[in-house]
């Protein structure tokens, strides 16, 4: 028998809400014992059993050989239907009865497949009761998948499959079981033994990454041990029941954000505790992928994960926004499968965008849809993620909770800011042999106010930080603040990380309305104190060479920049025009954003001399060796250039903005004085060649026709102070030359 594949999506037809209305009554607890009322939900090991979900099999019984392992696959599936042979269901028979052809491929990704797929549904729907779950055991060449285009971005995917009724909403669970027969069978068998330790392989700070610290927290309450590991640990992974991983992944290995691989295909160690495995990294899941199966090899019973990229690393965004459905579903119905949870998580994910659910629909019937930037990415996250594995593995309380972290405060219920009440206040114990304090703050906004309303943090009288939504979201790092949101319906749910300060016995905290008619700060708002020995139980270091810059002006989120010396500034041949040499401080050589091909997106491919004029204005582009500041993994880039000491009166600025660059690039002139000036530069997505454009180098590869360069001019403030540093605090973009105009 061949060997099989399994996917998964999974939908609730319950709508999560978060409670948004509530005015000040009894806005917080700071008692560290068990929560009582209103946080009864959160005591997890005394939750009610939820009945497992009916469960329907379905085989391609055509061209099976006789054999043992296929007899053992077959009596798998009859005990997991519990003898009920109704719920086996053979779609090759019936495929071939209607077209006297068979339903397998020998093309899994193909239109050939995705049409196949469209029949597969709707022979489905007619025979399977809505909640249940699908299980397909065989892989894509025996029972297809979709092949959709959404927009220039493609997705193979099952998760049309928990769309049984064509309405764009998830109700039906999916599974997919992958492997030799022994594996298949063992898959169908379950995780019998349900053991306490759990894994987090962790690209960032768990303090300060909305995601993970989520994570973290929930596996605590539920029992586990949880270890966080920012490098490779076969140990780890070996011992480990639950398998979570946040960082960069492809089809053959998960990596953190420095590259260094936590595991690949070929370097799986034995997991001896069938794990269920979580990836929220990107493309693990694409058809035939090396990850899974050795995965599945080497002893996991379950996978949840994305086919393809995932849009996320920014709090509540996108793909983030799905863990927060997950995370959230887990702690209500702790008993339910993971196949359910994570469809309900989707489902919950199409209801709080408008148009979204139409939108699926049309792309599931027609196999593609003309959509892009913000748009295309939802579609993208609700269609990609999916589930392998034993359709019955769940999630579930494994011992008494555990103290990862103090909750020291907790709201019980919602809290309403408006004109009558501008603040929420708070107190809380400080020690100094405590760990690190974190403000949790989640707050719902009319989505109308999103970007007039203002946040304000204050610690012991201090102003902290400032919170909104139109500053830019922050990527986040490593002791500093994180924040982002998402539309939900005619809300905007804004979530932020906010590390405090002082050791001081008694802190006082205050959160204040700065600008805007309302918000509701909602019960998942926190402060959490980390254990003293969190950090280091985190094992993620910063490499030696790479430094943090130091904040000029107002506080910036940064992340590391390779610092090889400090930025010099050399004469033209125009005179009064300087330009400066960013060779001496880069992120990112030129040749790591290659696009493949004869396309190079190599500035040596591109520009044929290194000094180019635009507009008059003389730019030096370095078209060997490093030339780029570039965000190291993607994200928003920020740098610090230093050493500067020349006054101006325009700085001029060659850059391009990624696919859909988040805007604006947010830049900083540091004085000499002390004194600074932001910047804001425009950004314009240079695949597709938006203007304003300075230089357009045209490609061949559909998805990268242009690489369009901008110059933007920028006027300085005060032209006769010297300029000592430039900073970039957030956007997603590349900067290639900077001059300076006398």
């Known amino acids: 028998m061949r060997a099989k594949t399994v996917l998964a999506g999974v939908v609730l ?29 959160r005591t997890l090991t005394k939750a009610p059993k939820v009945a497992l979900p009916e469960l329907f099999v379905i085989i391609n019984r055509s061209g099976l050989e006789a054999s043992a392992a296929t007899a053992a696959v ?84 099952d998760s049309f499959y928990t769309d049984l009724d064509g309405d764009g909403i998830p109700e039906t669970a999916v599974s997919r079981i992958l492997g030799t027969a022994e594996l298949m069978v063992r898959q169908m068998e379950g995780k019998k033994d349900y053991g306490s330790r759990a894994s987090i392989l962790c690209s960032e700070d768990t303090r300060i990454h909305l995601e993970t610290r989520a994570f973290a927290k929930q596996l605590s309450r539920l029992g586990y041990t949880v270890e966080i590991c920012g490098t490779r640990s076969d140990q780890a992974l070996t011992e480990s029941d639950l398998i979570v991983h946040f960082g960069h992944g492809g089809p053959t290995g998960i990596s953190n954000r420095f590259g260094q691989t936590f595991v690949s295909a070929g370097t799986m160690p034995a997991l001896t505790r069938s794990p269920i495995v979580f990836v929220d990294g990107c493309g693990t899941l694409p058809v035939n992928s090396p990850l899974l199966r050795a995965f599945f090899e080497q002893g996991a019973i379950a996978y949840v994960g994305s086919t393809e990229t995932v849009q996320g690393m920014i709090p509540a965004r996108f793909t983030n926004e799905i863990v927060e459905h997950f995370l959230r579903i887990v702690e209500r119905q702790p008993g339910d499968t993971l196949a359910h949870v994570l469809m309900a998580a989707r489902a919950a994910y199409v209801r709080g965008h408008p148009g979204l659910a139409e939108k699926l629909r049309t792309l599931a019937f027609t196999g593609m849809i003309d959509v892009d930037g913000d748009e295309a990415i939802d579609l993208l996250t609700a269609a990609e993620w999916v589930y392998y594995g034993d359709p019955r593995a769940v999630l579930r309380s494994v011992g008494e909770p555990k103290e990862l972290c103090h909750e020291t405060v907790r709201l019980s219920e919602s809290v309403q800011l408006d004109k009558g009440t501008r603040s929420w206040r708070c107190s809380f114990p400080g020690k100094p042999d405590n760990g690190q304090a974190v403000l949790t703050l989640y707050a719902d906004i009319p989505l109308p106010e999103r970007a007039d309303f203002r946040l304000s943090v204050r610690q012991n009288q201090k102003r902290l930080a400032d919170l909104d939504s139109h500053s830019d979201t922050r990527y986040q790092i490593i002791g500093r603040d994180c924040r982002g949101g998402y539309a939900s319906g005619m809300t905007y749910r804004a979530r932020f990380l906010v590390p405090l300060e002082g050791s001081v016995e008694k802190q006082d905290l205050e959160v204040r309305l700065e600008s805007g008619t309302t918000a509701c700060l909602t019960p998942e708002t926190t402060i959490d104190v980390w254990r003293a020995d969190f950090e280091k139980r985190i094992g993620l270091r910063q490499a030696p060479d790479l430094a943090i810059p130091r904040q000029v002006g107002r506080p910036m989120a940064r992340e590391p920049v390779k610092v090889t010396g400090l930025a010099k500034l050399y004469p033209t041949d125009r005179p009064g025009y300087f330009w400066v040499d960013l060779s001496l401080l880069f992120n990112r050589p030129h040749n790591s954003v290659e696009v493949g091909g004869g396309d190079n997106a190599s500035f040596r491919t591109w520009f044929a001399e290194d000094v180019v004029t635009e507009d008059g204005i003389p730019f030096h582009i370095r078209r060997k060796g490093n030339d780029v500041l570039v965000s190291a993994n993607n994200t928003q880039n920020v740098f610090e250039i230093r050493g500067l000491e020349r006054s101006a009166r325009r700085l001029h600025f060659l850059l391009w903005g990624y696919n859909y660059p988040r805007q604006p690039a947010r830049l900083e002139i540091g004085f000499k004085d002390g004194s600074s000036q932001a910047l804001d530069l425009s950004l314009s997505e240079w695949t597709r060649g938006e203007p304003p454009i300075a230089f357009d180098f045209e490609n061949t590869i559909p998805v990268f026709r242009h690489a369009a360069i901008a110059h933007q001019v920028v006027d300085v403030h005060s032209p006769q102070q010297e300029i000592v540093s430039i900073s970039s605090g957030s956007g997603t973009y590349g900067l290639i030359a900077i001059t300076f105009e006398k």
């Open 13 to 41: 037809t319950i709508t999560f809400l978060v409670k948004t209305q509530g005015g000040t009554a009894s806005p917080a607890t700071t008692s560290p014992k068990a929560p009582s009322g209103a946080d009864s939900a």
């Open 74 to 157: 077959l009596r798998a599936c009859s005990t997991l239907v519990g003898g009920d042979t109704q719920r086996i269901l053979d779609a090759g028979k019936a495929y071939e009865e209607q077209f006297t052809g068979p339903l397998r491929l020998e093309e899994p990704v193909s239109e050939e497949a995705t049409k196949k797929a469209r029949w597969l549904r709707s022979w489905l729907s007619q025979r399977v009761r809505p909640g249940g779950t699908l299980v397909l055991i065989g892989d894509q060449r025996s029972l297809p998948t979709w092949h959709v285009r959404l927009g220039h971005m493609n997705c193979t995917t």
